[in-house]
């Protein structure tokens, strides 16, 4: 079986994890998402809580926000950065998988892979955050999820996606020269996006997916 590693980058509430789970269930191969957090929840001390609201977010001045912190201390979004690279790096070396954020891309860029990106409209995105909201409260901090404060999280967690993902790479968040494929799941629907990823891995490796997969 040829190694194939899939990174997926998201706009939030596109759907990039539901993408990025059926895809790795009709390949057969592993996914990571919730289990890189576990990893990080376990190496680093942090509660998982707290590191889903700071993952994929730059170094900021913490001693003044948090208790337990002061100005002499690491920068808990540095360590929860360099476990979630060191993680993925581990999971990556053990064979094929499908990976969701944390500019997966570019930590495996040595690697043979395969970089995806999913957007869709605003509207779409939020009636899917309300339609899951047991999946997204975490972004939340009041755990409020009116429309107006799901429109705000979109623009504060796409921000943070963004100036992480461009401040530890050199390539552009959601630009089509960073990636191999952007798809809008306001259009093609989940299943219509694993498709298309299928699809093309298979075109562009010379690879029968049922076959060789």
Known sequence: ?????????????????????????????????????????????????????????????????????????????????????????????????????????????????????IFAPVEDRITRIKSNMDIYKSKFKDGHLSEKNIAQALKNVDKNRRRFYEFYTDNKWGDRDSYDLLINTGRTGIDGAVSIIETYIRESRGLDIVSDL
């Open 1 to 117: 079986m040829e190694k194939i590693v899939v990174t997926i980058g998201r706009e939030f509430g596109s759907g990039g994890h539901d993408v990025g789970e059926k895809l790795a269930e009709r390949l057969g191969i592993k996914f990571y998402d919730q289990k890189i957090i576990d990893e990080a929840v376990k190496n680093t001390g942090y509660d998982e809580k707290f590191i889903k609201q700071n993952e994929e977010s730059l170094p900021g001045f913490w001693g003044s926000m948090f208790t337990g912190f002061d100005s002499f201390s690491t920068d808990p979004t540095d360590v929860i950065r360099n476990e979630q690279f060191q993680v993925i790096e581990d999971i990556v070396a053990e064979g094929s998988c499908v990976i969701v954020g944390r500019a997966a891309d570019v930590v495996v860029q040595d690697e043979p892979h395969v970089s995806i990106f």
